[in-house]
């Protein structure tokens, strides 16, 4: 399985006009886990010039927890090296139908620490709640900032609201 939103920031930065700065510091901070990273994002093979000889089973399994492990704490690494240099907004759609696998995987994208330049917006439809729905909102309770009920939102709309409240982010991160 490639995770699908760490592939589309690694495109966002090949396509960068500073890929080569990018590069040294996916290398020296990623270290010995970039085979591992490289396995379940394969363009950052195309990145970093490497051969993706890491063959993990083709089936993401979280019941090998030695590997699960490895593979959150590179992920942590790899959105603080992003967040270090530039914002990033990941969102996931039908938060009410997660499967039990990716709310695992959204732990370790909402660290209790999350990186200040680091935007998570998660998406339901309806009023109705669901089992998933109701695990991510207990779990995440404490990370949940605001909730807002929005209809169809254009394109427009939605760079209107993240840069809003990306705005404040960075406005907080420099108040005293």
């Known amino acids: 399985m490639h995770l699908i939103c760490f592939v589309q920031i690694v495109d966002c930065i090949i396509r960068d006009p500073e890929v080569d700065g990018w590069r040294e510091t996916i290398r020296e901070g990623l270290g ?7 396995a379940f994002v394969p363009n950052t093979a195309i990145l970093l010039d490497l051969e993706n000889t890491y063959k993990p089973s083709a089936v993401f399994d ?6 699960f492990g490895r593979l959150r704490f590179t992920l942590r690494k790899f959105i603080r090296l992003v967040c270090k240099q530039k914002n990033l907004v990941m969102r996931l759609d039908d938060l009410h139908s997660a499967e039990d696998e990716s709310l695992k995987l959204l732990e370790t994208f909402l ?3 999350a990186p200040k330049m680091f935007f998570f917006i998660g998406c339901h439809r309806g009023a109705k709640s ?4 109701s695990k991510v909102k207990t779990k995440f309770e404490n990370l949940i900032a605001t909730e807002i009920m929005l209809e169809n939102l254009d394109k427009q709309v939605t760079q209107d609201l993240l840069a809003t409240h990306l705005g404040r982010l960075v406005k907080s991160e420099s108040d005293p």
Do not use: C, G, H
């Not at 010995?32 to 490289?38: D, G």
């Not at 669901?130 to 729905?133: D, V």
């Open 111 to 113: 660290p209790i620490k």
């Open 32 to 38: 010995r886990e970039i085979k591992l990273f490289t």
């Open 130 to 133: 669901t089992r998933s729905l």
């Open 62 to 67: 979280t019941s090998n927890k030695r590997l």
